[in-house]
Structures are given as C-alpha cells and as structure tokens.
C-alpha cells in the first residue's frame, strides 16, 4: 500500500493516493477510480500507473498450482492451441487531466467511459461470467456515449485460455452484433505475456498507439489454428483478427476489454 504513496511522496503530488489490487483488471480498475476522482473534483490531474515484477516464487507456485500457465509458456490468444498463459512483467503509465491541454495537441486520447463489475457467482472463483461481461461492456458505451457501431477495434483481455476466450469473444459478439463494419480484435498478451496487475494498462496503451496510428497491428501469435468455439459468434459479429498484416483502422474509437 505504501508504493502508491512513496511516488506522491517523491513527486510531490498532493491528492488522493491509491494501490489498488483486484488481480489481473487492476490497472484499469485504477483507470476508473482515477477518472471518477478527476470528474468529482478530488484533482485536476491523475497518474495511473500498472507495474508487474515477478520478483516472488510464491506467485509462480500459487499460478502452477491452479494449472493457469502454458506449458509452453506462450500466450495463444484465439488459438485452438490455447493451453493457458504466460507471466509477462512491465510497467506502464498514464497522465489524465481536464485542463486546457487537450486543446493543444499533447493529449494523446480522450477516455469517454469507463465501467466496472464483478462476476458473482460462477463455476469457480477464476471461471469467467459471459453475461457480466456483456454488461460492463453494454455500461462503458454507454457512459462514453457511443454506439456499438462506433468502435472500431477492442484490445480484448485474451489470455489464451480454452475457456477464457470464447467467453469473451461471444460477449462482444452479443454487445457488438448490431454492425455492418468489422470490428477489429487484438491482443496484446501474444506478444509480451500477461502482465496481470499491469495487463490493463499494456492493452491501454497499445489501444491508443493503434488509434494514434489508426492501424490494429498483426499480434495474436503461437496458433495456426482459430478456437473453434470461436466460429460462431464470428459468424454472427462481423469480427476480425488480423493476422497476417496490419489492418487500417477507419473509426477513431476503441475499447479495453479486462
């Protein structure tokens, strides 16, 4: 807890100072307190900052222990090779305010909405929720005042789990089924491995260098071959994995799935 405070400490930062840990959503949970505290006037400015060091064994013993990790130690999001993920560490931050400054050209994106929830009860404790997901997706446009025509690309949470990915793949598709453009997915844990505490906050910024470059990068890696209980709903979703070459992002709109 008292991270948090040794960066205010160090920098001098006056307001509320927080560590937040709800696992592998934390960084984004921190988004959303962040902007909550900038809309009720607690600040002017935020850091929202998501590290991962995987400094302990005891967090490589308790992840072997529930049979999350890939034996290859590969994260193949969307891949029928999906067998678990791969521990990634990193650190990450962002500055978000609502002065003048995003007039001026520095600001790299605009956070419209964010939300949050929680799964309830579900099979096991990690065992994902299709509905909830659907919800805190159906609240986030909401309160961006976006339509599900709107966006253009989502950076899914897509660990490269058998059960984890079709969940969340038949949530959107649920969310994002009224479109006639594609909507682009990605993933960016293919490429630098779950970074858990921090996973949020690596999917945010690459969602901001594809909408800086208006361009979803080729990353869902280490399977030749799509689940096939994704098949379905992207049949029934115009939804597209670009895995061969980047892919032009028309709409200036996208979303972090967590």
Sequence with gaps: AIASNRISHHLGLAGPALSIDTACSSSLVALDTACKGLAGGDC?????????????????????????LSPRGRCA????????????EGCGAVVLSFTSENATGSCWANVLGTAVNQDG????????????????VRRALERAGLTS????????????TALGDPQEVNALSNVFTS??????????????GHLEAAAGMAGLLKAVACLQHRSVTTNLL?????????RAPLQATPMLMPTSE???????FAGISS
Excluded: W
């Excluded at 009860?121 to 805190?136: F, M």
């Excluded at 479109?179 to 630098?192: D, E, M, Q, T």
């Excluded at 980047?246 to 200036?252: K, Y």
């Design 44 to 68: 002017e400015q935020s850091v929202v900052i998501g590290v991962a060091l995987l400094l302990s064994v005891k967090g490589y013993l308790a992840v072997c222990a529930a049979r999350m």
């Design 77 to 88: 999001t969307f891949s029928s090779d999906a067998d678990g993920y791969a521990r990634g």
């Design 121 to 136: 009860r579900s099979a096991t404790l990690t065992a994902p929720n299709g509905p909830r997901q659907e919800a805190v």
């Design 149 to 160: 025509a709107s966006v253009g690309y989502i950076e899914t949470h897509g660990t490269g």
């Design 179 to 192: 479109r006639h453009a594609p909507l682009f997915l990605g993933a960016v844990k293919s490429n630098i």
């Design 222 to 230: 280490h399977g030749a071959e799509l689940n096939g209980f994704l």
């Design 246 to 252: 980047n892919a032009h992002l028309a709409v200036p």
